[in-house]
C-alpha cells in the first residue's frame, strides 16, 4: 500500500481550495455541432445555470479571464465549445465539451455529496451521447494550509507537516535559510496503471508575492482505455487514495487543529 491507512474524517477547517473531476473521451462531434438540450435536462435540477465558454477561457483563472478580451482569449487557441452548467450558488459545476465531462467544486465538504454529481452527470453523459471508452480519468485536490486560520502563527512549517514531505526545511540550519520551496514527484500507485501527480511548497498571493500557506495539490490519474462501467470505481479509490495521501502530508499537530469529526458524526 502506497500510504497508510487511517481514519476518514470531516475537517471543521477544511483547507480544500478546489476538487476537479475531469473524464476524457474518444471526440463526440454531435456534442459541438448542436445544444446539449437532452443532457440539461437530466442534471437541470441540481445544476440549473447555464453558459457557453471557449475551452481555454473555460481553463484561465477567473480574474485573468476578466481582463483580457474575447479576441485575445481566442486568439491564445483554437476555439472548442465549453457548456457549463452549474448550481444557483456556483459553487459546484459539469463542463461539457466534446472531448471531455467535469465536475468542480469551490466548496467542497465531504465525497458522497460531489460524487452526487459526478454520478448525475455521468448517467447523462451515457444516456445521452454513450462514450466508450474513457481515454483518461482524473481526480485533483488542491489544498492551502493557512497558520492564521487555524490559530497556528507560532508554529514553523516543520512542526506541521509531515517529516518525510519536507525534510529540507527541517533540517538544521538550512530550513532557517529557504525563503522558497516547491516540490513536484509523479508515483505511480500499486503498480499502476494508476498515478499521481503531487506537487506541494509555499504558496504566495499572486499580486503582492507574499506567503500565504503552503499548497498541497494532488493529481490523481489514469490514462488509456477504460470501461464507462469502471470509471465510477476507478473514481472511488482515488478518493481513498487522496485521504490516506493527504493525512500522510500532515502531522498530528495540523490535522487536530483542522478539527477533524469522524464522518459518522454527520
Keep these: 500500500m502506497l500510504f497508510p491507512e487511517t481514519e476518514r474524517v470531516i475537517?471543521?477547517?477544511?483547507?480544500?481550495?478546489?476538487?476537479?473531476?475531469?473524464?476524457?473521451?474518444?471526440?463526440?462531434?454531435?456534442?459541438?455541432?448542436?445544444?446539449?438540450?437532452?443532457?440539461?435536462?437530466?442534471?437541470?435540477?441540481?445544476?440549473?445555470?447555464y453558459q457557453e465558454k471557449s475551452e481555454f477561457a473555460a481553463i484561465l483563472p477567473p480574474e485573468l479571464v476578466q481582463i483580457l478580451s474575447q479576441d485575445v482569449i481566442q486568439s491564445l487557441k483554437p476555439s472548442q465549445k465549453v457548456y457549463e452548467f452549474a448550481t444557483n450558488?456556483?459553487?459546484?459545476?459539469?463542463?461539457?465539451?466534446?472531448?471531455?465531462?467535469?465536475?468542480?467544486?469551490?466548496?467542497?465538504?465531504r465525497w458522497e455529496q460531489f460524487f452526487v454529481g459526478i454520478q448525475l452527470a455521468l448517467d447523462a453523459l451515457r444516456e445521452v451521447y454513450s462514450p466508450d471508452p474513457y481515454t483518461r480519468i482524473g481526480l485533483r485536490y488542491r489544498n492551502l494550509i493557512q497558520k492564521d486560520k487555524l490559530e497556528l502563527e507560532d508554529a514553523e512549517w516543520p512542526e506541521l507537516l509531515g517529516e518525510d514531505l519536507i525534510r529540507d526545511l527541517a533540517t538544521p540550519g538550512l530550513g532557517e535559510a529557504i525563503e522558497d520551496i516547491a516540490y513536484r514527484i509523479l508515483l505511480t500507485i500499486d503498480a499502476g496503471p494508476a498515478k499521481v501527480h503531487i506537487q506541494h511548497g509555499y504558496a504566495r498571493h499572486p499580486e503582492t508575492n507574499q506567503l500565504i500557506g503552503y499548497g498541497i495539490d494532488s493529481d490523481f490519474f489514469v490514462e488509456g482505455e477504460t470501461d464507462v462501467d469502471a470509471a465510477i470505481d476507478q473514481l472511488v479509490?482515488?478518493?481513498?487514495?487522496?485521504?490516506?495521501?493527504?493525512?500522510?502530508?500532515?502531522s498530528d499537530r495540523l490535522h487536530n487543529a483542522m478539527g477533524p469529526r469522524p464522518v459518522g458524526d454527520y
Excluded at 476537479?20 to 445555470?49: K, M, N, S, Y
Excluded at 459546484?92 to 466548496?107: K, P, Q
Excluded at 479509490?237 to 493527504?246: A, I, K, M, S
Design 89 to 109: 450558488e456556483g459553487s459546484l459545476i459539469v463542463r461539457l465539451s466534446s472531448g471531455f465531462v467535469s465536475l468542480t467544486s469551490g466548496n467542497y465538504e
Design 11 to 49: 475537517y471543521e477547517n477544511n483547507p480544500l481550495e478546489q476538487v476537479i473531476c475531469q473524464l476524457r473521451f474518444p471526440t463526440v462531434l454531435r456534442i459541438e455541432a448542436e445544444t446539449p438540450a437532452d443532457f440539461q435536462e437530466r442534471i437541470r435540477g441540481h445544476f440549473p445555470q
Design 237 to 250: 479509490e482515488f478518493n481513498q487514495y487522496n485521504r490516506r495521501l493527504f493525512r500522510w502530508c500532515i
